[in-house]
């Protein structure tokens, strides 16, 4: 079942990873989190339950330093999520130092030879409890092992402390924020929950130097144990708005020209200069919507490269911004109104006598679509006939 729900969060991490470019930045800490926590349950079925002597050679020792950046990659993805900022100080830095000391700690095993390693697991596979004797630099192995669900803990405790600091509990009338509050306190029940388990079983494992014994004395933390990684994986997969994060859409624009244009908006002056906040209002989302139409008036979309980064380079608006503004405000996906637009362009064109003298596919080239199939199937999805029969109808 471990090896099960490991390979499942494997699976849901890769899938994120090729989420990244349009949500939130802050979620690469949330898939450096997920990767190395189910590194690190793929490392306790090794030694467990594996009885595989190369898996337990490869897996035991050599991701150790990594198991110390669970709490501080967890911590900043909830800071991350608050401030709408993925952005490290040099400070920051600082929490990798206890991941660094490990690895040197455990350098004499790293560089050592292939064929102790195998003794070493062999060793294991006798004996699961065997993983203790092993020499490191200066940290006891004991200590090291422990050191991974405790810091992990109070790492999160530093992230509640964080999100009532910051007042989210208190400013989530908005959907999305009232979402990611509900999210962060499930996440961090989860944690909470994995990491007291894992905690149990390393404490239990030492005091009786047996690895099973704790597994049947503890079988009710176990399968919560396992229950909550099983969770954690999968959350991804039913909350999948939760990747925007909280955009905290503090756009103000120049009103000289628009004050009318604003006016009709309700957008009042105050409004545009306000600070961040968890509240992303109506006037915020009218601020965007006023940029974004702007933006379009130059037709950037009728360019065959036109995409979402593109579009949030050209408007400095960032991409998590934008696919929130699209799926969530609009109700639509980039593609589809990007689409719709250029199928706008065509029927502009047509509707001028240019539909006359040029061919469909010179109507696609012109509004930028990079094939004729996908024009036609454009063209069909809003219009709900063919350009062809569009054509007809005309005549």
């Known amino acids: 079942m471990l090896l099960s729900i490991t390979i499942l969060g494997f699976i849901v991490t890769f899938l994120l990873l090729l989420n990244l470019k349009q949500s939130n930045k802050a979620n690469v800490y949330l898939f450096f989190f997920l990767l190395i926590n189910n590194t690190y349950s793929l490392s306790h079925y090794a030694t467990v339950y594996s009885g595989n002597r190369y898996l337990i050679a490869v897996m035991l020792v050599h991701f150790t330093p990594l198991y110390l950046l669970i709490g501080p990659f967890f911590y900043f993805y909830v800071r991350g999520l608050l401030t709408d900022d993925h952005k490290l100080s040099k400070w920051d830095y600082v929490h990798f130092i206890p991941a660094i000391l490990f ?49 992990a803990i109070i790492y999160v405790i530093a992230s509640v402390v964080l999100i009532f600091r910051k007042g989210l509990n208190e400013n989530y009338l908005n959907h999305q924020a009232k979402l990611i509050f509900k999210w962060l306190v499930l996440f961090i029940f989860i944690s909470i929950v994995l990491y ?74 105050d409004v545009k200069k306000q600070s961040r906040s968890f509240e992303i209002s109506a006037e915020n989302l009218n601020l965007l919507s006023l940029k974004i139409n702007r933006y379009i008036e130059a037709k950037p979309y009728l ?61 696609a080239k012109q509004a930028g679509f990079g094939s004729r199939t996908s024009f036609f199937n454009s063209f069909k999805l809003k219009m709900g006939i063919t350009p062809s029969e569009y054509l007809n109808r005309l005549d």
């Open 103 to 151: 690895f040197i700690n455990i350098s004499p095993y790293v560089f050592h030879t292939w064929d102790y390693k195998l003794l070493y697991a062999d060793n294991v596979v006798k004996d699961a409890h065997n993983f203790l004797n092993i020499d490191y630099l200066f940290i006891p192995t004991t200590l090291s092992f422990l050191s991974r669900p405790v810091v």
């Open 303 to 363: 360019n065959p490269e036109f995409n979402l980064t593109v579009m949030s380079t050209d408007t400095d608006i960032p991409v998590h911004h934008l696919s929130y503004y699209f799926n969530e405000h609009l109700e639509v996906n980039f593609n589809t109104w990007k689409n719709d637009l250029k199928i706008d362009h065509v029927i502009y064109l047509i509707r001028n006598g240019s539909g006359e003298i040029l061919t469909l596919d010179a109507l």
């Open 196 to 269: 007291f388990g894992f905690l149990f079983f390393t404490v239990t494992s030492f005091l009786t130097k047996d690895v099973n014994f704790a597994d049947k004395q503890g079988e009710f933390i176990l399968y919560a144990t396992i229950g909550s990684l099983l969770f954690l994986n999968l959350s991804l997969l039913f909350f999948p708005n939760i990747l925007y994060g909280l955009p905290q859409l503090d756009y103000a624009i120049v009103t000289n020209q628009n004050r009318a244009e604003e006016e009709r908006l309700g957008i009042a002056e």
